[in-house]
């Protein structure tokens, strides 16, 4: 059961996107057609599931009994640069076609701060292991969703008739305020 | 050349508006003429967040109140200072493969120092900011100085840049959190501004409230933007 709220809690309460502002460049960047924005956060659930259970193995086993914990940033960044540089890799090799509609924005998962964050959230919520893997795929999976949601809006927005001021990041954020009045609603359901 | 295609695109997710890169004119005017109009395009015309969309996180998610923002801001540009100063330093050393992880490593050591010179000395701002501080490491804007001016220009400039910069990032905030406190909570830097009759829009302190004000916020700024254009 406490699983299931772990999961259930950062999925939907506490959404990274919606609730904790983190990873908004590629919500912002990346949302424009349904497809990429799914493999975008199909990419972001990867390495963060991965990130979460390595920066919590290394933290609470490594750098805490060793009181290196100050260092805590630094290791995190590193775990995280380097595990997108092997999701790159793999990407590259076997889904050509995937990397290539990713261009420049695989890379910049490592900037990604919902990769970081969350396994900062983690660290703060003091989670024990199964719960910090689970975190990170609920998290990621939130993150999906998020970014599908606002991409399947953006492509009816394209037909729509925006102000010109309001046309691109201007009515995707307002968008967004309202996709979190929504997601309001499941407040209050977890701690 | 890459290196600026990359930045284009990495810089103008979709506002069609300016790259974050400034190109400062490599030629010509001195070195502290260069200086100077890189802080001051930085500070509003070329700003971080309204012009390029970057360091867009931090934006959102401490404006609720003044002060954590100036707090968040006046970190960010120390931060930001201290990696452009290194990375300017180190910049003939940095190979194509390994400099971003450099940046990133330079930006998170300043980062930690940031993050426990704020408990030390402000915990409750500290408190209320919580894991934004850390990452200011993954905030784009300041790899984006990183790249595209500390790598490639004299310490001096980079400074300016890294002033204006971090200034026009905390102007911004300051923005932003400024509506948001006003129209939340009635108060400005916890002094009361609005008379007591004000009902308070809760929905302004609220994740919610962040999205929107920015939104219209930007959609004004683009506005006038254009306007100015076609004047010109």
Not at chain 1, 101 to 112: E, R
Request: overall charge positive; glycine content about 10%; hydrophobic content about 55%.
């Amino acid at each position: 059961m406490g699983l299931v709220v772990v999961f259930l809690s950062i999925a939907l309460v506490n959404n990274l996107v919606f609730m904790k502002f983190l990873g908004i460049c590629p919500y912002l960047g990346v949302s424009k057609k349904i497809d990429m924005a799914f493999g975008m956060g199909l990419a972001v659930t990867f390495v963060l599931t991965i990130s979460a259970t390595l920066t919590w193995l290394i933290n609470n086993l490594l750098l805490i009994p060793l009181g290196l914990d100050f260092t805590k940033y630094i290791a995190f960044i590193l775990v995280v640069a380097s595990m997108v540089q092997l999701v790159e890799m793999y990407v590259k090799k076997f889904y050509k076609t995937l990397y290539n509609s990713f261009g420049i924005f695989l890379p910049l998962i490592t900037t990604n701060c919902a990769i970081l964050g969350t396994c900062l959230f983690i660290d703060l919520w003091g989670y024990n292991f199964i719960e910090a893997v689970i975190a990170g795929f609920g998290g990621g999976l939130g993150f999906t969703m998020a970014i599908s949601m606002m991409a399947g809006i953006r492509e009816r927005l394209e037909l729509a008739d925006v102000p010109k001021a309001m046309e691109g990041a201007g009515i995707t954020l307002v968008t967004a305020g309202i996709l979190t009045l929504a997601f309001m609603g499941f407040s209050g359901m977890v701690k | 050349m890459i290196d600026s295609a990359i930045k284009g695109q990495r810089h103008a997710p979709d506002t069609g508006g300016s790259a974050g890169a400034v190109a400062a004119p490599t030629t010509g005017p001195s070195q502290g003429k260069e200086a100077m109009t890189g802080f001051v395009k930085n500070l509003w015309e070329e700003n971080p967040v309204f012009r390029s969309l970057l360091g867009m996180c931090p934006i959102l998610a401490v404006t609720a109140a003044c002060k954590p923002a100036l707090t968040m801001g006046l970190a960010a540009t120390f931060v930001l200072l201290c990696s452009n100063i290194v990375v300017s330093l180190i910049r003939k050393g940095l190979t194509p493969h390994l400099r971003i992880l450099m940046f990133t490593l330079t930006i998170s050591v300043f980062v930690t120092i940031a993050d426990l010179f704020l408990k030390a000395y402000v915990p409750d701002m500290s408190d209320v900011l919580g894991p934004f501080v850390p990452l200011i490491i993954v905030n784009c804007m300041i790899i984006a100085r990183a790249e595209s001016c500390a790598s490639k220009k004299p310490v001096f400039i980079a400074v300016m840049d890294a002033f204006g910069t971090g200034f026009g990032f905390t102007i911004a905030l300051l923005m932003l959190a400024a509506v948001r406190e006003i129209l939340g909570n009635g108060t400005l830097f916890d002094f009361q501004v609005l008379p007591s009759w004000w009902v308070p829009w809760t929905i302004m302190k609220l994740p919610a409230g962040a999205f929107i004000t920015l939104g219209f916020m930007l959609g004004f700024i683009v506005h006038r933007h254009a306007k100015k254009m076609a004047k010109a």
